[in-house]
């Protein structure tokens, strides 16, 4: 069901629905019902006049979560398409349910006595409770309907519990997929039953395991009965096998890679679904939602998986760790998401990076798997966290190989922290001393971008893979969007952009043909243009537009780590660094980083900056810097030889002789040792 927050009605329309007058919420429930009986013929005039008698009755955020939970997605979907009023219209409903589901999301307790109202009332009560339980708590229903599920007095308050998970729809499966975790063998077997009608091929991998190892001989036969009713499903997204093993990693890649296929970016409030002697559901960051569900089918198959497959699932498993990490670390810095969400998240740190560790060798896999699939935030936190066991070592090298999102340059650094001085990390390390800001961007629609110029270009012609891509962390520097792309209307990619906490405050291009008409719409929340190319990019950094903040951050934290890494290496490795220290120094380096910089000049004898940092001798610069170039030119001197040395700088080096420093007067006095008897002499009181 669609989720994301759209625009509310313009004023006209709604002094018009106002005018229009209704007494009860059956009556809105047949006029909602003809208005989508009529979208369907394709009589948009009636439809529409039912909808505004609809919304004259002033429905609360609740009942209109209530409507359109009657109606599946692909039908709301075209009604936005028709944009006009009957769009309009549609966004009113979305917009009023998706408050209401937020409601329910922080107090999921009362269906409790809706589901006794289900299974005690009147005939009326029942179909009312139905409802409520659909349109008021969808997936927070499931835990109050498994108590019934599993009754075993009673079979009609079974058959009645288990028809109303069915009517839950999609928003039931995950939850139940937790409960088949339940001793109870009735229960397991009726949530099976279940899985199985709503043929929900999220569900699959779990069914498979069942099948096939399960205490039960009914619960093996239903898992394996539900299981073929999947095929179908299954067969259309690429994934037509019964196979368990198969099954989990088609599922958990298809997770972790935000596939459209399964991932449903209009589903319920992100819930994190547990059993522990029941059903449990901890609301979580959205980010950390589809992360939560690959991991929890991994964590199911490693029950059973044996040998070859376990060592499969274990590699899955960490790349899925590795990715939660990697976000994690990333909604830290995004000031809407602190929080309660945020804090509990925070919480898993200590054991993913537990879990990641204890993965061993495996993390080598991990990270080929986060490659191929082109995560590469995900690969950059896993390398950096990596073993020297061969299988490990092996991932380093093949991912020093890529550029995006500074992949390459984290596999070096770990490789150069485990002791490899070899000529293509030391190059690779050396070259990213004097990088530019790789600036981010993401592509929806064809847009005429490639990557290059301090631009790291990631495209999609998939409008709902593009909006889960630019939410995705690091956070990007702008997002460029094709007017007219398939699969969602550009107000769905605006107001999906601009209202979700992760991608509102990222720069939004809109490149349409026709920029009157979008700019008079969206010119408040995005930049609307004819055409884009790099050169434009470059334009909206310099009017202010895109800042180049955050990939300044980037390139400097990248800097001083090779730095750092590259000055533990034997000196003889570092003999090749000389341009590309003179270069990092040239570069605008802030002090911290320079600093860092000078050391690895002096290790690596790198002569040529020598001119830089005599530069920087002249500056009245922070005490670590100077103590820094202070003993860089020290060695520099030593290896270029005295004729090297400027008069200027030896009088400004002198003069903090007596400068009342001692560490910035000894440091002076080892670079001016260097010219021997010509250097000044201080002689001690008697």
């Given at each position: 069901?669609?989720?994301?927050?759209?625009?509310?009605?313009?004023?006209?329309?709604?002094?018009?629905?106002?005018?229009?007058?209704?007494?009860?919420?059956?009556?809105?429930?047949?006029?909602?019902?003809?208005?989508?009986?009529a979208?369907?013929?394709?009589?948009?005039?009636a439809?529409?006049?039912?909808?505004?008698?609809?919304?004259?009755?002033?429905?609360?955020?609740?009942?209109?979560?209530?409507?359109?939970?009657?109606?599946?997605?692909?039908?709301?979907?075209?009604?936005?398409?028709?944009?006009?009023?009957?769009?309009?219209?549609?966004?009113r409903?979305?917009?009023?349910?998706?408050?209401?589901?937020?409601?329910?999301?922080?107090?999921?307790?009362?269906?409790e006595?809706?589901?006794?109202?289900?299974?005690?009332?009147?005939?009326?009560?029942?179909?009312s409770?139905?409802?409520?339980?659909?349109?008021?708590?969808g997936?927070?229903?499931?835990?109050?309907?498994?108590r019934?599920?599993?009754?075993?007095?009673?079979?009609?308050?079974?058959?009645?519990?288990?028809?109303?998970?069915?009517?839950?729809?999609d928003?039931?499966?995950?939850?139940?997929?937790?409960?088949?975790?339940?001793?109870?063998?009735?229960?397991?077997?009726?949530?099976?039953?279940?899985l199985?009608?709503?043929?929900?091929?999220?569900?699959?991998?779990?069914?498979a395991?069942?099948?096939?190892y399960?205490?039960?001989?009914?619960?093996?036969?239903?898992?394996?009965?539900?299981?073929?009713?999947m095929?179908?499903?299954?067969e259309?997204?690429?994934?037509?096998?019964?196979?368990?093993l198969?099954?989990?990693?088609?599922?958990?890649?298809?997770?972790?890679?935000?596939?459209?296929?399964?991932?449903?970016?209009?589903?319920?409030?992100?819930?994190?679904?547990?059993?522990?002697?029941?059903?449990?559901g901890?609301?979580?960051?959205?980010?950390?939602?589809?992360?939560?569900?690959?991991?929890?089918?991994?964590?199911?198959?490693?029950?059973?998986?044996q040998?070859?497959?376990?060592?499969?699932?274990?590699?899955?498993?960490?790349?899925?760790?590795?990715?939660?990490?990697?976000?994690?670390?990333?909604?830290n810095?995004?000031?809407?998401?602190?929080?309660?969400?945020?804090?509990?998240?925070?919480?898993?740190?200590?054991?993913?990076?537990?879990?990641?560790?204890?993965?061993?060798?495996?993390?080598?896999?991990?990270?080929?798997?986060?490659?191929?699939?082109?995560?590469?935030?995900?690969?950059?936190?896993?390398?950096?966290?990596?073993?020297?066991?061969?299988?490990?070592?092996d991932?380093?090298?093949?991912?020093?190989?890529?550029?995006?999102?500074?992949?390459?340059?984290?596999?070096?650094?770990?490789?150069?922290?485990?002791?490899?001085?070899?000529?293509?990390?030391?190059?690779?390390?050396?070259?990213?001393?004097?990088g530019?800001?790789?600036?981010?961007?993401?592509?929806?629609?064809?847009?005429?971008?490639?990557?290059?110029?301090?631009?790291?270009?990631?495209?999609?012609?998939?409008?709902?893979?593009?909006?889960?891509?630019?939410?995705?962390?690091?956070?990007?520097?702008?997002?460029?969007?094709?007017?007219?792309?398939?699969?969602?209307?550009?107000?769905?990619?605006?107001?999906?952009?601009?209202?979700?906490?992760?991608?509102?405050?990222?720069?939004?291009?809109?490149?349409?043909?026709?920029?009157?008409?979008?700019?008079?719409?969206?010119?408040?929340?995005?930049?609307?243009?004819g055409?884009?190319?790099?050169?434009?990019?470059?334009?909206?950094?310099?009017?202010?537009?895109?800042?180049?903040?955050?990939?300044?951050?980037?390139?400097?934290?990248?800097?001083?780590?090779?730095?750092?890494?590259?000055a533990?290496?034997?000196?003889?490795?570092?003999?090749?660094?000389?341009s590309?220290?003179?270069?990092?120094?040239?570069?605008?380096?802030?002090?911290?980083?320079?600093?860092?910089?000078?050391?690895?000049?002096?290790?690596?004898?790198?002569?040529?900056?020598?001119?830089?940092?005599?530069?920087?001798?002249?500056?009245?610069?922070?005490?670590?810097?100077?103590?820094?170039?202070?003993?860089?030119?020290?060695?520099?001197?030593?290896?270029?030889?005295?004729?090297?040395?400027?008069?200027?700088?030896?009088?400004?080096?002198?003069?903090?002789?007596?400068?009342?420093?001692?560490?910035?007067?000894?440091?002076?006095?080892?670079?001016?040792?260097?010219?021997?008897?010509?250097?000044?002499?201080?002689?001690?009181?008697?």
């Amino acid at each position: 069901m669609f989720r994301l927050p759209l625009r509310r009605l313009g004023s006209s329309l709604i002094a018009a629905t106002l005018t229009c007058g209704l007494a009860t919420a059956q009556d809105a429930d047949k006029l909602f019902d003809q208005g989508i009986d009529a979208f369907r013929r394709g009589d948009n005039t009636a439809a529409l006049e039912a909808f505004k008698q609809v919304l004259a009755t002033n429905p609360s955020n609740d009942e209109a979560y209530r409507l359109i939970a009657r109606v599946e997605d692909q039908v709301m979907l075209e009604m936005l398409v028709e944009r006009g009023e009957l769009g309009k219209v549609a966004e009113r409903f979305l917009g009023l349910a998706k408050v209401g589901r937020q409601v329910v999301a922080s107090d999921p307790g009362g269906a409790e006595a809706v589901v006794d109202k289900l299974l005690d009332g009147t005939a009326t009560e029942r179909q009312s409770a139905l409802l409520e339980l659909q349109g008021t708590y969808g997936a927070w229903a499931v835990k109050a309907l498994l108590r019934p599920l599993a009754d075993r007095s009673d079979t009609d308050r079974r058959v009645a519990a288990q028809q109303a998970l069915l009517h839950l729809g999609d928003v039931a499966v995950v939850p139940l997929m937790a409960a088949l975790g339940s001793d109870d063998e009735l229960l397991r077997t009726n949530v099976v039953a279940t899985l199985g009608s709503l043929r929900d091929v999220r569900a699959a991998a779990s069914l498979a395991w069942l099948a096939r190892y399960d205490e039960s001989d009914v619960v093996k036969q239903m898992a394996a009965t539900g299981l073929e009713k999947m095929r179908d499903g299954l067969e259309s997204i690429g994934l037509g096998t019964t196979d368990a093993l198969t099954l989990t990693i088609g599922l958990a890649q298809r997770w972790l890679t935000g596939d459209a296929d399964i991932v449903r970016p209009y589903d319920a409030a992100a819930v994190r679904w547990t059993w522990d002697g029941g059903l449990q559901g901890t609301p979580v960051l959205n980010g950390m939602y589809t992360l939560d569900l690959a991991q929890m089918t991994l964590a199911g198959a490693l029950e059973h998986a044996q040998g070859a497959d376990r060592e499969r699932v274990r590699s899955w498993l960490a790349a899925v760790e590795a990715a939660k990490l990697a976000e994690i670390d990333a909604a830290n810095d995004v000031p809407d998401l602190q929080g309660d969400l945020l804090d509990a998240a925070r919480d898993q740190v200590a054991r993913l990076h537990l879990d990641v560790a204890l993965a061993g060798p495996l993390r080598g896999d991990a990270l080929s798997i986060l490659v191929e699939n082109q995560l590469f935030p995900a690969a950059a936190a896993l390398a950096g966290v990596m073993g020297g066991s061969e299988r490990e070592l092996d991932g380093l090298r093949s991912a020093m190989g890529i550029d995006s999102a500074g992949l390459g340059v984290t596999a070096a650094q770990a490789l150069a922290r485990l002791g490899d001085g070899s000529s293509g990390v030391v190059e690779r390390l050396g070259a990213s001393l004097a990088g530019v800001p790789e600036r981010l961007v993401v592509t929806i629609g064809d847009v005429g971008l490639s990557s290059g110029g301090g631009w790291s270009i990631e495209s999609t012609d998939q409008a709902l893979a593009g909006l889960a891509r630019a939410k995705s962390f690091p956070p990007k520097d702008v997002v460029v969007v094709r007017d007219g792309v398939g699969g969602v209307t550009l107000d769905t990619l605006v107001f999906g952009l601009k209202d979700d906490p992760r991608s509102k405050d990222i720069p939004l291009v809109i490149v349409t043909d026709d920029t009157e008409g979008v700019g008079a719409l969206y010119g408040d929340r995005a930049t609307v243009v004819g055409a884009m190319t790099a050169a434009d990019l470059d334009q909206l950094v310099t009017d202010g537009v895109v800042s180049d903040d955050a990939a300044r951050t980037r390139l400097l934290a990248r800097v001083l780590v090779s730095a750092q890494v590259l000055a533990t290496l034997s000196s003889s490795s570092l003999s090749g660094l000389g341009s590309h220290v003179a270069a990092s120094l040239d570069s605008g380096l802030n002090d911290e980083v320079k600093t860092a910089v000078l050391m690895l000049a002096g290790r690596a004898g790198a002569v040529e900056a020598l001119p830089k940092v005599e530069d920087i001798l002249l500056t009245d610069g922070d005490h670590d810097l100077m103590v820094a170039a202070m003993h860089a030119a020290a060695r520099l001197w030593a290896a270029a030889g005295i004729s090297s040395g400027r008069a200027d700088v030896r009088e400004a080096l002198s003069a903090q002789l007596e400068g009342g420093d001692e560490e910035l007067a000894q440091a002076a006095a080892e670079a001016l040792g260097q010219f021997g008897a010509d250097a000044p002499v201080m002689l001690a009181a008697h």
